[in-house]
């Protein structure tokens, strides 16, 4: 189960998280569930301690690397379109700073999240442990999903992938949905969502422009 209940809070970082919600709502965020599990993580666990002033800026920054903590509204825009109900077992594609997995935690799901950079993911691990121990971390390529768990309910990619790779389609159940940023050029995505009908039958929508580090390993940028 989600929960902070470790956490001390500095109150003005809780107002700044406020004026953020406010932010998104203005930027077109509509789904109360996605904004309120928003307002639940506290961003700073997941930030660079030297760079509190920046942790409620509705911004990316870099975590180390050459990833990045994603900004907010991409975070929140991303989990409005997987259309999240609690208990919905959830695959997420870079762990990064482990933010992603909170927020998608925070919504009810049944998080299982995999990483190709292991220090990246021994941070996360450190964090998230606290939040919710029931987030599965694995280490490994990505771009091959998690068979493991199969199928899923959603699969969030949180890296740009040069065209959709088949193994997410694969392993999503009937009426599942897939979010990830697609485009032939590593500097601009098109953020998708494909809906899958059938085992023979997807739903494709292309839903904004979008900015990603590239999505690493067999079936993405080798």
Do not use: C
């Amino acid at each position: 189960m989600f929960t902070t209940d470790f956490f001390q809070e500095d109150p003005r970082l809780a107002g700044q998280r406020r004026r953020l919600i406010d932010e998104l709502k203005r930027k077109g965020i509509s789904s109360v569930r996605v904004l309120e599990a928003v307002g639940k993580v506290p961003r700073q666990l997941f930030f660079p301690r030297d760079f509190e002033q920046y942790v409620y800026r509705d911004a990316a920054f870099p975590i180390g690397e050459g990833q990045t903590i994603s900004q907010p509204y991409t975070v929140a825009f991303q989990t409005e379109l997987l259309q999240i109900q609690p208990g919905d077992k959830v695959l997420e594609i870079g762990t990064g700073s482990g933010y992603q997995a909170a927020v998608l935690s925070a919504m009810g799901a049944q998080v299982f999240s995999v990483e190709l950079v292991k220090s990246l993911l021994q941070e996360a691990g450190k964090v998230l442990k606290n939040i919710d121990s029931s987030i599965q971390l694995f280490h490994g390529d990505g771009t091959l999903g998690l068979q493991s768990a199969a199928p899923f309910d959603g699969i969030l990619v949180t890296a740009g992938a040069p065209e959709v790779p088949q193994t997410y389609i694969n392993q999503l159940k009937i009426g599942g949905r897939l979010v990830i940023p697609v485009g032939p050029d590593k500097n601009q995505q098109k953020m998708m969502r494909i809906t899958k009908i059938s085992d023979q039958q997807i739903k494709s929508e292309v839903l904004g422009d979008f900015k990603f580090v590239p999505l690493i390993g067999k079936n993405g940028w080798l």
